[in-house]
Nanobody
Framework: QLQACGGGLVQAGDSLTLSCAAS????????MGWFRQTPGEEREFVAG????????YYADSVQDRFTISRDNAKNMMYLQMDNLKPDDTAVYYC?????????????????WGQGTQVTVSS
């Protein structure tokens, strides 16, 4: 089970940190990631991190602005978002994959959190 939190309403240029708490059988997870979705659009990959080595990868649109991290001891994952832009407005979801240590494909993620709204005003 995944639980995401930390969303909110911020202004352009502000920072925000999302958190994702994992519970249950977390030892079998290969990677975790963040996706986002706006109304009428498909879910978009944002960032991912391998559970074992902590290798990270990002969508081009957030590279150098967002930082994904994880704390395996606490079963937590984070997304530090800096220099936020209005285009970052979306519902953000955390997800976990059992079989893929590096993937940006939503269907490769088995477990999903409930989503947290991030709204960036101009």
């Amino acid at each position: 089970q995944l639980q995401a939190c930390g969303g909110g309403l911020v202004q352009a240029g502000d920072s925000l940190t999302l958190s994702c708490a994992a519970s249950g059988r977390t030892l079998g997870l290969a990677s975790m990631g963040w996706f986002r979705q706006t109304p009428g659009e498909e879910r978009e990959f944002v960032a991912g991190i391998s559970r074992r080595y902590g290798n990270t990868y990002y969508a081009d649109s957030v590279q150098d602005r967002f930082t994904i991290s994880r704390d395996n001891a606490k079963n937590m994952m984070y997304l530090q978002m800096d220099n936020l832009k209005p285009d970052d407005t979306a519902v953000y979801y955390c997800a976990a994959s059992l079989a893929h240590s590096r993937t940006s494909v939503a269907t490769n993620y088995r477990y999903w959190g409930q989503g947290t709204q991030v709204t960036v005003s101009s």
